[in-house]
């Protein structure tokens, strides 16, 4: 037996945690921060109780609000300049995926000593980098636990990287902050972290035992809470569920690395616009369904974590399983086909070919996907 595991230095779970955040650094000899975030995140207060806290104490700090769904490569540079300007010696990443993938980015390329195109692929980093602190505002994408960072090169392809560099110094889980999140956030980011914990589980390449066990930790509590969470909000025992759980599952998949759902979904959310939770639902059925093949073990042992009493053969329970995920988007509420998104059969061939690009993603796929299959898939999809 022979494998890596690797994750953030430090955890800490907390509701009203974020209130703390100041301290944190404080007690880290931090004395400027930088802040990494979205315009919804600062409209919505999240932040107002961490600052308060930096003024009290003297901290200085400058919020970067700027940050859009899919980041681009300019707005990655702009964060980045803003960062070097202030000459802060923290970096806090407060949002969804991108503002933590964002603020990644930020705490390594702030000190001006590698450059953004230089560092795409795996293990391409030298580092060193800026202290860095992640708190997530949704549970969903994992990216405080996770050594990667994704950038939207062009309107049909993003590029990652992977890296240990980019794992934070502390990861802060405040469920509280997720607590006014719209169900339909709630319910795309919850099924992203499901997704997550379902290839980390079935991943063809670096799987590991670790990994295997807290993906299944994972996918029960995810999927235990969702449905609550999206029908009471307010429940934070539910919530502080999924945060845990889709902090579990980005723990899995950074080490057992996600493969065919995510490959086909980032053409969607590249060209559409789609938030990255959804691209992934609209795929997830059709890519589990092509799976069943080679997969069937794995997904039925994954089916009965959802539901104990699955019957049939492990084929049958792994078709149970692929069309109760590829159903769950509909049962919550998200649109649960491509054209509900406004895509159509005359943009298949092109997301087959973006996704094509996607060979970091597509290698991990336990059955191997040709063009002609992402056609397929996405033409079910439709």
């Known amino acids: 037996m022979q494998f890596d595991f690797h ?36 409209s919505a207060g999240l932040l107002d109780s961490a600052l308060l806290k930096f003024k009290s104490l003297g901290l200085h700090y400058q919020v970067y609000s700027e940050v859009q769904a899919d980041p681009s490569i300019s707005v990655i540079e702009k964060a980045i300049k803003a960062a070097q300007n202030c000459k802060s010696d923290y970096i806090v990443g407060f949002g969804g995926g991108s503002s933590m993938d964002v603020a ?41 636990v996770t050594k990667s960072s994704v950038v939207t090169v062009s309107e049909s392809e993003k590029k990652g990287v992977l890296s240990p560099y980019l794992l934070p110094d502390l990861a802060l889980l405040d469920a509280e902050l997720t607590l006014g999140l719209p169900a339909h956030v709630t319910a795309a980011t919850g099924i992203d972290a499901m997704v997550h914990a379902i290839e980390a589980f079935t991943t063809k390449h670096l799987k590991n035992p670790m990994a295997d066990c807290i993906a299944k930790e994972a996918l029960r509590l995810l999927s235990s809470n969702l449905h609550q969470v999206v029908m009471r909000g307010d429940d934070i025992v539910a919530r502080e569920n999924m945060l845990l759980g889709a902090c579990l599952a980005g723990m899995a998949f950074a080490n057992a690395p996600v493969a065919g ?71 919550l ?50």
């Open 7 to 42: 994750s953030t230095k430090s955890i800490i779970v907390k509701r009203g945690g974020s209130s703390d955040l100041a301290k944190f650094i404080q007690d880290r000899n931090g004395s400027s921060v930088f802040i990494v975030t979205d315009p919804g995140v600062l």
């Open 104 to 144: 990644k980015l930020v705490a390594l390329l702030a000190l001006g000593k590698e450059r953004l195109e230089d560092i795409y692929g795996i293990d391409k980093v030298k580092g060193p980098r800026l202290p860095l602190i992640l708190v997530p505002t949704t549970a969903g994408t994992g990216s405080e």
């Open 261 to 331: 759902v995510h490959a086909l979904a980032y053409p969607i959310g590249a060209r559409f616009h789609v938030p990255h939770g959804l691209s992934n639902s609209l795929v997830l059925g059709p890519v589990m369904r092509f799976n069943v093949e080679v997969a069937h073990e794995m997904y039925a042992e994954l089916g009965r974590i959802i539901n104990p009493g699955l019957q049939g053969s492990s084929q049958e329970q792994a078709y149970q399983l692929a069309d109760y995920m590829g159903g769950l988007a509909g049962d």
């Open 333 to 382: 509420g998200l649109p649960q086909r491509m054209t509900d998104v406004g895509i159509d059969a005359y943009d298949v061939d092109q997301l087959a070919k973006d996704a094509m690009l996607q060979t970091r993603l597509l290698m991990n796929s336990p059955r191997e996907i040709t063009f002609k299959d992402a056609v397929a898939i996405y033409q079910e999809a439709l």
